[in-house]
C-alpha cells in the first residue's frame, strides 16, 4: 500500500540519472526527461489537491481541538500533522515546479 502511494505521488520516479555514463548517455537521459516533463504537471496536481484537502482537514481540526483544557488535544495534534503534511507538499510543489520549467526552458 505504502509502495503505491509512493508511486502514485513521486514526481521523478520516471526520470533518468543525467548524472552518470558517458555523454551520449547522458544526453539521452536528458531527452528522456524532457519528453516525461509532461508527467509533472500531473503530479503537480496531485500534490495541490492533496495539500487542498490537508488545508481543510487542518481547519478542521483546530476548530474541533478549540476549548481544550490544558492537556494537548488529539485534534491539535492532528491539525499539525496537517500542517506539517501542507509545508512539505508545498516543497514538493516547488521542486517539481522548477524541475519542470527547468525541462521546459533548457535544451542540452
Not at 500534490?47 to 487542518?58: F, G, N, Q
Request: glycine residues 6%; contains cysteine.
Amino acid at each position: 500500500m505504502l509502495q503505491a502511494l509512493w508511486r502514485f505521488f513521486s514526481p521523478f520516479r520516471m526520470m533518468k540519472d543525467v548524472s552518470r555514463g558517458t555523454r551520449e548517455e547522458r544526453v539521452a537521459a536528458y531527452r528522456h526527461n524532457r519528453s516525461m516533463r509532461g508527467h509533472l504537471s500531473v503530479c503537480m496536481l496531485r500534490w495541490a489537491l492533496s495539500c487542498s484537502i490537508a488545508i481543510v482537514l487542518t481547519a478542521c481540526f483546530d476548530a474541533l481541538g478549540e476549548g481544550g483544557s490544558g492537556a494537548l488535544s488529539i485534534f491539535v495534534l492532528l491539525a499539525a500533522a496537517c500542517a506539517t503534511f501542507i509545508v512539505c507538499g508545498v516543497c514538493v510543489l516547488f521542486i517539481t515546479a522548477y524541475v519542470y520549467v527547468y525541462l521546459t526552458h533548457n535544451e542540452w
